[in-house]
């Protein structure tokens, strides 16, 4: 599972009601460093036994179930099921022992093993894939479970993978080598690069290895996607707590904001109009030397003043007696000024999970907080903040408020 594959799936568990949690010194975005080279047959080993070199004696099942530090942690032996297990002849959905396992009190810890994205990039065909939770049957009965057993979920995997954009193979296969992996030996060739030190030697036994560092070589034949190379897309991967809006808060957790990069959603948000005839190209000395936006960590917006109407409306007589009259009491000014700025930098539209990121709270508590404002807000029953669920957009429409309040 790659970062792009996560951000499609995490998008629907959120929008399910599912909330990330993290202790309050945590790093966010949370994630983990795969080894190298990043193969299922050494990050998931190294995964599921939680060392490297990967034990030689047992299986995964054995390795994850016996492990002194799970044992020390949770307390009693921990259960894992992989894609074998997941099939029951003649049953849909789960099977009867994965069910009895979450189901189990007493078992602290089920670890269960999801194999298709990795499925899916064996084959050269050309169907499109869309990573909803719909689409992952074993993941979505899995989900179903742990709300129902008020489960925490740790989602993570044992590598991400690059898909193929017009790739070209590097040389002629090899016995020792992988998609986008080989054993040391010989010049390196353009998109190549050597890697050495005890965790490679772990790994792979050899001094070194060389891994494709450019997402457009391969050592095989022509696929969907590859892994067992140095991309970020390969090695960086999603690590996340989850809990339902069925299961209480752990102690000295907390519930976080939605994150989301302004750049992931395809539903952009029009700042400003542009007139696209009239569009020059930036003068030289400013096409030089810009400093990008920063794509993981953007800045928190903060609304730089607040526009008059923001100030009038405040002071209406109308809005003290919706405020006077709300049934769970008027928010607190600065928030309904902090919120209502947002939607006027935008021209009156912002989506969900945006709002949520921009006012650090958890997607959960957006729905009721919509609610309060529209029962604020909507005067005589008239729209002036309505929310599209299709698009999971909040519109306010500035010309309706100012006349409802008299501006």
Known sequence: MSQAVFRELISDLMRRNWVELAAPAADIPRTALVAIPSITEISRGALLSGQLPTPTKGSEKTDFSSNDRLLEQVGNKPQL???GDLVEAGRMGLPGTVTQALANGRCNLVGVVVNAVDDSLGSSDQTSYSWALDKLGPLAELMRMASETGRVVILTSDHGHV??????????PLAETGDRYRLAGGALSEGEMEFRGTRVRAAVGADSVVALASPRRRYQGKRRGYHGGVCPAELVVPCVVLRSSNTEVPKAWEDLPPYEPEWWSLRQEVLMPVNLLAEQPLPAHRRTGQKQAELF???VET???TSAWIEQ???SSTYQQQARAAVRGAPPVEQIKRFLALLDQRNGRIQRGHLAQQLAMPLIRVDGMIQNYRRLLNVDGYDVLAYDQS???IVLNLELLKNQFEL
């Open 81 to 83: 099921f992989l894609k």
């Open 163 to 172: 898909l193929d954009e017009g790739s070209r193979l590097v040389r002629q």
């Open 297 to 299: 960590n953007p800045p």
């Open 303 to 305: 609304p730089q003043g």
């Open 313 to 315: 409306l405040i002071a």
């Open 391 to 393: 698009s999971e957009t």
